[in-house]
């Protein structure tokens, strides 16, 4: 039964990095024709983000009163001008950027502290009912006008309006992470690890935490929709960038008076948010049915 | 002398059950309902009884993974009943467990080097070096290889995640082990193998088991003494051989008369209960096998039965303990 094995002639394998794993899941994600799709519009916002500066020649907020409301093919602005001369073009690619560091923000920070509150949920049952019922508290509201309040309060500029999603994040997160530490707590190997002696920190975040990051990050993938829509919304609404801001939502709503001169000024930053918004979307969908088998019904 | 390890006095685990809008506990499970026990070093005392009798869940009381209803825990002369988890953590070295699934009881993401290390890292101030010279031989020693050092629990079979869970059970060189089911998941084979895997280790490292299982042959076949339960009482405490020989309380004697025999056609005489097993949340009053018993009578359905000595450690609870039965 047990094999003669000296020390000196088993050269243990180095384990196989966890990006392994990151690069397999990716493959078959290819499988998914939407989200591949999804994938194609999202590396195409990412180019455009990272590389606004190289892909125009044109300021976004310079003005150009000589030649406002240029319709699309114009000479030198191929999507056009605003009614302000400003570069369609330009302004779509900054908005790019801004859309994405927006959304990522917003996520990173509301599911951070998202992931914290449900372990913590999931984990202790007397501090359960208080996260639980805070959150509630929070649904109660929906969703826009929440960020709505916290702007108002705050006071409206884009990182406020960061502010107001990554809050307006937490409870639904918490909710989704909460859930999957219910089930994995009760598993067996947590039980090992408590018999071992193991402290609450360790088990929390070494044992529980890697077991639920499907949800997790399925959750973080379709929020990225959502921050970059209210984003946009916050924005339209007058809440959010500034005006002269290249934001998509900001564009809109500068362009809305000008709906029947200028249409492409509503048109083009709309189409550019609708794509982003489905991109992440599909993309979200097949990660859950990918990572997530159990939810895949439940749609 | 043998000297006693680990002193289980008058243990009870009862579960609430709450109900309402104010979540008052309108009744409870007794799942362990009065256990005591001595356990003696270097043995294997085996515990059986069918399924919800409370015999995984005195051994997780037992190992203070459940706080007790009642009773008292006494290891190597210390009362560790009351002490907190932080107190506790230097006995928990002591006393490992190894559990019933071998696919529940590893983390799916954490390879299983990392997971028998990580017994180490929690109790011992270990180099990263030594630690994994540790497993390596640890591996070895429950019959693995040191290659798997690097691979996750889903590349292996049942036996060998067993295996794996003994190596983690044994990094900290406990004196005391709980074995819940440790070989049910396995097929006959491996159950086999791991048995004696068991067996080695404890000639070795003269490890004392607490062995829970349903399978009678298996307890049989490890034990040195078994105890019997029965909806969360004990029934009967004897050597092993005595038990399986001589068994004197009724349950005993009908749970021995289902074991398959391997002579076909022999005579004997099969004792078959009657009715279902009562709800532990209701335990009958009096003996709480009388329900079910071939010979209860009056008596059994009023007072408890006292634990009596039969013979040279073997106790049973029955009031007609050496009368009609030993006749």
Known sequence: MQPEVTQADVVIPEPKKASHKISQTFKKLLKYKLAVVGLIIIGIQIVMAL?????????????NLSLVNAPPGSAGHWLGTDNYGRDMWSRLLYGARISLIVGFISVVVGTFFGVLLGLLAGYYKFLDGLIMRLSDLMFAFPGILLALLIVAVLGSSLTN???????????????????????????EYITAMRSLGSSDRRILFKHILPNCTAPIIVFATMHMATAILSTSSLSFLGLGAEPATPEWGAMIAAGQQFMWQAPHMVIIPGIAIMLVVFAFNVV???????????????? | MPTTLFQVKNVKKHYPIKGGILRRT??????????????TKGETLGVVGE??????????????LEPLTEGQLIFADQDITQLSRRQLKPFKREMQMIFQDPYASLNPRQRIGAAIEEAIKIHNPMNAKQRREKVLSLLEEVGLKREHYGRFPHEFSGGQRQ???????????????????????????????VLNLLKKLQSKYELTYLFISHDLGVVRYISDRVLVMYLGNMVELAPSEALYENPVHPYTQALLSAIPRTVPN????????????????????????????????????????????????????CHYVGEELNA
């Open chain 1, 284 to 299: 979200g969908d097949a990660l859950r049915d990918l990572l997530d088998p159990n939810m895949k019904k439940q749609g």
């Open chain 2, 266 to 317: 022999k005579e004997r005489e099969r004792i078959k209960l009657m009715g279902e097993i009562p709800s532990p949340t209701d335990p009958p009053k009096g003996c709480a096998f009388h329900t079910r018993c071939p010979i209860a009578t009056e008596l059994c359905s009023q007072s408890k039965p006292e634990w009596r000595a039969v013979g040279e450690g073997h106790y049973a609870a």
């Open chain 2, 51 to 64: 399924s919800g009798c409370g015999k995984s869940t005195l051994g997780r009381a037992i190992l203070g």
């Open chain 1, 51 to 63: 590389g606004a500066n190289w892909l125009t020649s044109y300021d976004p907020l310079t003005q």
């Open chain 2, 26 to 39: 309108k009744s409870e499970v007794k799942a362990v309902n009065g256990v005591s026990l001595e356990i």
């Open chain 2, 163 to 193: 295996r794996i869970g003994i190596a983690r059970a044994l990094a900290l060189q406990p004196s005391f082990i709980v074995c819940d089911e440790a070989v049910s998941a396995l097929d006959v084979s491996v159950q086999a193998q």
């Open chain 1, 161 to 187: 309006v960061v502010i107001a999603i990554s809050i307006w994040s937490i409870p639904s997160c918490a909710r989704i992470v909460r859930g999957s530490v219910l089930s994995v707590k009760k598993q």
